[in-house]
């Protein structure tokens, strides 16, 4: 079996491999890269989405990159708009000529003899095997092929289609027809009033409320700065600017829960246009960004609602019905499209198998070094984004990071860095910790994360950046050579 080497082997060519491969160039453009992606396009999840009206759900001068200027109007985005802009930047910093579509890894193995990765991947059903000195997954956290699904009772009863948002079949018609989309996250936030504009009525089917923020299409002030300063000035003050304010949102709903649950009812009364709607509907048992907060572009689904093209149905699912769904209460939602909309499930590094001298790695017992190594595991990064903020803010840091790394390792001549924790790290907690019903469910498959850095991971921008940039690469991570002969 043939085996290529390569210097850094990226696993995904998503928003987060693309960002981490340009930093490495950035920074190390001796280097060689290669990104391997599962799928037969580059984007990732913005290629993998196709259902109505998907978007963006944070605004897009914190989502873009910020060595690439977002040129649209619009901050909060379309789909393809997304996909389209990931794909030029590729093409533009000529990432796209490094990445090996069709390509699944399967596992990946360290040797602590010759300091290199060993991987093993499928395409086209032959095994492929890459030897490579530093190995980066960028894959996301959520699986692809396999969403949540509740296992709700009766789907073989149901008359209707039913449609999950992850696998949307292309043509599917639904105009002038009774839609249902069982879900309150971001997905069903977003495909019920765009459904509502072809179908004759859609109602929103949803276990429990989510906090529904109404946020403007275009950025005025964004608009205005680049009207009178360079496309990378105004991008850059954008960004901070939209940063700072998510940033202040979420530090506010946190240290005053009841000012802002109060606040975010007001506004959704004054859209809505009805308190009753709103407390039923839109008020939910928990405090704001306890569960990640959704962002309705122009305050659409309430626009919608209003209109009376949306309607809510709040309560728990007894089982499909010929008909549509019923309700514990007995309500009966007709229905002859069901979307689930029921979340995602949790997949770290792809799925990919890790070993280290081939002994299996269970990646829950280790430890995050600033959110993007993992202790034990020598010459690995991920590249996991924030979930309180736009994605790429916090890759991008990781990206950087990931690039000092290996700078040192080709500046000092060292073979392996590995993060070691200290055996005082003290409590531990998963480090994506929300309470969103799909990060609960994954929170015993994840890494772990300390109240200290560099092992904490606080989903605080302004702490986080400050930590990881400044952090010296000494305290908690061991450097180290091997024999030269070792390399023959």
């Not at 944070?58 to 389209?84: C, K, M, N």
């Not at 030897?131 to 073989?156: E, I, K, N, S, W």
């Not at 499909?320 to 979340?343: C, H, K, N, Q, S």
């Not at 799909?438 to 772990?448: C, E, G, S, V, W």
Request: proline share 6%; with cysteine; glycine share 10%.
């Amino acid at each position: 079996m043939s085996e290529t080497h390569v210097d850094v082997l990226i696993v995904g060519a998503g928003i987060s491999g693309i960002d981490v491969a340009y930093r490495i160039r950035e920074r190390c453009p001796e280097l060689g890269i290669t990104i391997v992606e599962a799928r037969d396009r580059l984007g990732g999840t913005w290629d993998l989405f196709r259902y109505p009206g998907v978007r963006s759900d944070s605004d897009i001068y914190t989502l873009s990159f910020p060595f690439r200027p977002w040129q649209g109007e619009r901050s909060i985005v379309d789909g393809d708009e997304l996909l389209a802009y990931v794909e030029d930047t590729a093409r533009q910093c000529r990432i796209d000529e490094r990445i090996e579509y069709g390509t699944r890894v399967l596992s990946a193995d360290w040797n602590s003899g010759t300091a290199r990765w060993t991987v093993t991947a499928e395409r086209a059903g032959e095994t492929l095997t890459y030897v490579t000195r530093f190995l980066a997954g960028c894959t996301g956290y959520y699986d692809y092929d396999h969403p949540h699904d509740p296992g709700f009772a009766g789907t073989g009863d149901f008359t209707g289609t039913i449609v999950h948002p992850q696998f949307w079949p292309a043509g599917l018609d639904y105009t002038g027809k009774q839609v249902a989309v069982v879900g309150s996250g971001a997905t069903a936030v977003t495909v019920a009033p765009a459904m509502a504009d072809a179908a004759a009525h859609v109602t929103m089917v949803q276990r429990t409320p989510s906090y529904v923020l109404a946020q403007p299409r275009v950025d005025a002030i964004a608009r205005t700065l680049r009207r009178f300063l360079p496309p990378d000035t105004a991008h850059r003050i954008a960004r901070t600017k939209n940063t700072a304010a998510q940033w202040a949102l979420f530090q506010s709903c946190r240290r005053f829960p009841n000012a802002m649950r109060a606040l975010l009812r007001k506004g959704a009364v004054a859209a809505v246009g009805d308190a009753g709607i709103v407390d039923r509907h839109f008020r939910p048992p928990y405090d704001p960004w306890e569960q990640r907060m959704c962002i309705a572009p122009d305050g659409d689904l309430y626009q919608a609602v209003r209109a009376g093209r949306v309607s809510m149905a709040t309560g728990h699912i007894d089982r499909f019905v010929p008909e549509g769904i019923r309700l514990t209460d007995g309500t009966v939602v007709e229905a002859d499209v069901v979307v689930t909309a029921t979340g995602l499930r949790i997949k770290l590094l792809g799925g990919v198998t890790l070993t280290v001298d081939g002994e299996p790695v269970d990646v829950s017992k280790t430890c995050t070094y600033h959110g993007a190594l993992l202790s034990g595991l020598p010459n690995f990064a991920v590249c996991i984004g924030y979930i309180n903020l736009s994605w790429t803010v916090r890759a991008d840091v990781t990206a950087r990071l990931i690039a000092r790394v290996l700078r040192r390792l080709l500046d000092t001549g060292a073979d392996a860095v590995v993060p070691v924790a200290p055996a005082d790290l003290g409590p531990t907690g998963p480090f994506m910790d929300m309470r969103s019903g799909y990060l609960a469910r994954a929170a015993d498959i994840m890494p772990r994360a300390g109240r200290r850095y560099p092992w904490a991971f606080r989903q605080n921008v302004l702490l986080d950046v400050l930590a990881t940039n400044r952090t010296g690469l000494d305290d908690g991570l061991v450097w180290s050579r091997i024999r030269r002969e070792a390399h023959a």
